[in-house]
């Protein structure tokens, strides 16, 4: 039973590129978040996608979004990049939103802005 | 605001001692509780979790944790420490089942043989 898979693993980009990470989420579940790590800290939330809506945000900038696949995958895209995103990217998945069906996290996917 | 803290920065535990790492979180009503665990370069496991009954919960590993209303306070212990017990532990809570999780800063364990 795979559990929540991301690609790429590691990615380096410049200041003002664009950036989509992707994430296919443990089999049975249905719910994808986003986190943010920056380094020596805890994740913080992006974003919910459940039924490939937008369900909740964190206090993230525009420049974040989302989106949700009928087969429950999804994709985080990052505008304009700058300095401040390098950061570690964790996709989380979860069962039917609303459930005591606690995260299952991927490895993550390294992102660096240069 | 909602908001989980771990006073323990970075703590060494000899191998084999017990081990107790700290969370307390600010909230009104009783939150969800996690712990997970972080190795280098991975994700996050979920070690055990609190929704409500027995305030003192098993997981994975042996590890386990206790709810205290009273000091909002989520702590997380094991009995006897292994070597591969070294990594990231953070604390998280949830205001409701299925929403966004609020994570401490986590506590860097070290063990020494």
């Known amino acids: 039973d795979a559990g929540v898979t991301q690609s790429p693993t590691h990615l380096i980009k410049t200041r003002g590129q664009q950036v989509t990470l992707r994430c296919s989420p443990k089999s049975g579940h249905d719910t994808v978040s986003w986190y943010q790590q920056a380094l020596g800290q805890g994740p913080q939330f992006i974003f919910q996608?459940?039924?490939?809506?937008?369900?909740q945000r964190g206090n993230f900038p525009d420049r974040f979004s989302g989106h949700q696949f009928p087969n429950y995958s999804s994709e985080l895209n990052v505008n304009a990049l700058l300095l401040g995103d390098s950061a570690l990217y964790l996709c989380?998945?979860?069962?039917?939103?609303?459930?005591?069906?606690?995260?299952?996290f991927g490895n993550g996917t390294r992102l660096t802005v240069t | 605001a909602q908001s989980v803290t771990q006073p323990d920065i970075h703590i060494t535990v000899s191998e084999g001692a017990s081990l107790e790492l700290r969370c307390n979180y600010s909230?009104?009503?009783?939150?969800?509780l996690f712990w997970y665990v972080q190795s280098p370069g991975q994700g996050l496991q979920l070690l055990l979790k609190?929704?409500?009954?027995?305030?003192l919960v098993q997981g994975i590993k042996g590890f386990e944790a206790e709810f205290k209303r009273s000091q909002s306070s989520f702590n997380l212990r094991k009995p006897s420490v292994h070597w591969s017990d070294a990594a990231e532990y953070f604390c998280a809570v949830a205001y409701q089942a299925g929403t966004a999780l609020i994570f401490g800063k986590g506590t860097t364990l070290s063990v020494s043989s």
């Open positions: 909230y009104g009503a009783t939150p969800y």
């Open positions: 989380a998945s979860s069962g039917r939103q609303g459930s005591n069906s606690p995260l299952h």
């Open positions: 996608y459940y039924e490939e809506e937008e369900r």
């Open positions: 609190y929704f409500s009954g027995d305030t």
